[in-house]
């Protein structure tokens, strides 16, 4: 198939400009590897409107959307393509109010969407950090009156954070995600996710850290005030500043999926060209969640 490349709006408005070319597109890239039948496994078919597929021996139908994120999108896959377009290619983000009546559809609508297209946007979980990494916690909403540093009784959301770098100390990639405490179980759950052990770490000399000393490659170093941490604190700043003015409330079981979206364009900076088609791809291949299960996710 002729993959989509590039950020140019015109470029893309040219290319998917009816729901049959954007159907065409998710049929190629669904049966890339060829047809076959979900009911009874046969390979054969006839084409059918809208790019849908039917068996020759059963007569089951399927369309290129259904079982996929895409599944029962009910105001045109062009304009869902249009949103996913504009996910992946700003780099401030959008919000569901925007989208609502940027595209003519109610709030609710564009906000479950968007969330499938997040869901798209998670993390696999199968290249760990194996680099240099720094990790650091905080909290989104902003500080306690009168508080300074962590705090078990903050009722903010709490988020752990890590950074790969390279080796001139360049933002490589970024994980994030919500943690319920500082304590040492929390914070590991972003090192079994997503550092490898042969990665190596720094961090500060929060106690929460030192019981994970035994398995990684750790070294606690003071922060001061940010100096010992710069990139890890750029990015923590520009996740706060992202979260502020893009969303007026972030419900603490959906602040995930918030993180997944910012990571997932940050991870692919250098690959611009082509994150639209990537994350088509997943949203093909992710099944299909509906407005029950997101929100029973929180």
């Not at 080796?167 to 970024?174: A, F, I, L, S």
């Amino acid at each position: 198939m002729n993959k989509f490349e590039g950020e140019e709006l015109i470029k893309f408005t040219q290319r998917f400009s009816t729901d049959k070319a954007c159907l065409e597109y998710l049929a190629d890239i669904k049966w890339k590897d060829g047809f076959e039948c979900k009911k009874c496994g046969h390979k054969r078919y006839s084409l059918r409107k809208k790019q849908e597929r039917c068996c020759t021996l059963c007569k089951h139908i399927e369309s290129p959307t259904s079982g996929t994120l895409f599944h029962k999108v009910k105001f045109g896959i062009q304009k869902a393509f249009m949103i996913v377009f504009e996910m992946t290619a700003t780099t401030k983000g959008l919000s569901s109010s925007q989208v609502s009546k940027r595209y003519g559809v109610t709030r609710k609508t564009a906000w479950l969407f968007m969330h499938k297209v997040r869901k798209g946007m998670e993390s696999s979980q199968t290249l760990p950090i194996e680099g240099f990494v720094q990790v650091d916690e905080f909290v989104v909403g902003g500080k306690e009156n009168n508080k300074q540093g962590r705090s078990y009784n903050c009722k903010k959301k709490k988020v752990v954070c890590a950074v790969e770098l390279t080796e001139n100390e360049k933002v490589k990639r970024v994980y994030a995600l919500r943690i319920d405490d500082f304590s040492s179980q929390s914070l590991k759950q972003i090192f079994e996710k997503h550092i490898s052990k042969k990665a190596k770490v720094k961090t500060d000399d929060w106690k929460g850290y030192r019981p994970l000393l035994k398995e990684y490659n750790i070294v606690q170093i003071p922060s001061n005030k940010g100096e010992n941490f710069k990139q890890l604190h750029i990015i923590v700043h520009q996740i706060k500043s992202w979260l502020r003015t893009n969303f007026s409330w972030v419900h603490p079981g959906h602040i995930d999926k918030y993180l997944s979206e910012y990571s997932f364009r940050i991870n692919r900076s250098i690959f611009k060209e082509t994150i639209f088609h990537k994350l088509i791809e997943r949203m093909v291949s992710n099944a299909h969640i509906g407005y029950k299960q997101i929100i029973i996710s929180t």
